[in-house]
T-cell receptor, first 115, second 113 residues
Framework: GPKVLQIPSHQIIDMGQMVTLNCDPV?????FYWYKQILGQQMEFLVN????????KSKLFKDQFSVERPDGSYFTLKIQPTALEDSAVYFC?????????????FGHGTKLSVL | GDSVIQMQGQVTLSENDFLFINCTYS??????LFWYVQYSGEGPQLLLQ?????NKGSSRGFEATYDKGTTSFHLQKTSVQEIDSAVYYC????????????FGSGTRLLVSP
């Protein structure tokens, strides 16, 4: 079935540095999402993105976070600078539409460890 | 705001036992309700969804009924197998100024042979 690919699967970084998480969404999908999951806790919505713009974001989407998808390439989440509390697994998801019954397709996640 | 509540953090069963996982939701909109399943080391994947109130969704032996009266979407399976061991998330998508999907806290199912 359709797949969302996330690169890398694990990223280790020193606090204060910049990190970019990459997501290759399903090819004909138009809406893109990032979720954050701290170990053993629930999936928390960060942001969704359409047509080059952030549509919605949560309180977890701090000023240090940014997203973009330049020219149909990877959908990226950038954190600059990183903080210890950013350590988590970040899941990218995509959907064709944003209608109420549209399902999300998730990647396998990128585990971010901030030291 | 919108919310999804799963009270059970973990459920431990033996093969062929009956499964029941609670889920209740709260929204001012008209939700579509989902159950996602997350296997170890993977992202969540859709198990089933229901858009219309009082309808039932089913997949792979799992069932859930969208009960608007009790605002519930409990997940059931008559006879669980070891391969069903995973984390199950109840989720909701409703137009209340946005279309984000809100997840419950998840229920870890452990099935022993």
């Amino acid at each position: 079935g359709p797949k969302v690919l996330q690169i890398p699967s694990h990223q280790i970084i020193d606090m204060g540095q910049m990190v970019t998480l990459n997501c290759d969404p399903v090819s004909n999908h138009l809406y893109f999402y990032w979720y954050k999951q701290i170990l053993g806790q629930q999936m928390e919505f960060l942001v969704n993105f359409y047509n080059g713009k952030v549509m919605e974001k949560s309180k977890l989407f701090k000023d240090q976070f940014s997203v973009e998808r330049p020219d149909g390439s990877y959908f990226t989440l950038k954190i600059q600078p990183t903080a210890l509390e950013d350590s988590a697994v970040y899941f990218c998801a995509s959907s064709y539409d944003r209608g109420g019954n549209e399902r999300l397709f998730f990647g396998h996640g990128t585990k971010l460890s901030v030291l | 705001g919108d919310s999804v509540i799963q009270m059970q953090g973990q459920v431990t069963l033996s093969e062929n036992d009956f499964l029941f996982i609670n889920c209740t939701y709260s929204t001012t909109g008209y939700p579509t309700l989902f159950w996602y399943v997350q296997y170890s080391g993977e992202g969540p994947q859709l198990l089933l969804q229901v858009t219309t109130a009082n309808n039932k969704g089913s997949s792979r032996g799992f069932e859930a009924t969208y009960d608007k009266g009790t605002t519930s979407f409990h997940l059931q399976k008559t006879s669980v197998q070891e391969i069903d061991s995973a984390v199950y998330y109840c989720a909701m998508r409703a137009w209340t100024g946005g279309y984000k999907v809100v997840f419950g806290s998840g229920t870890r199912l452990l099935v022993s042979p």
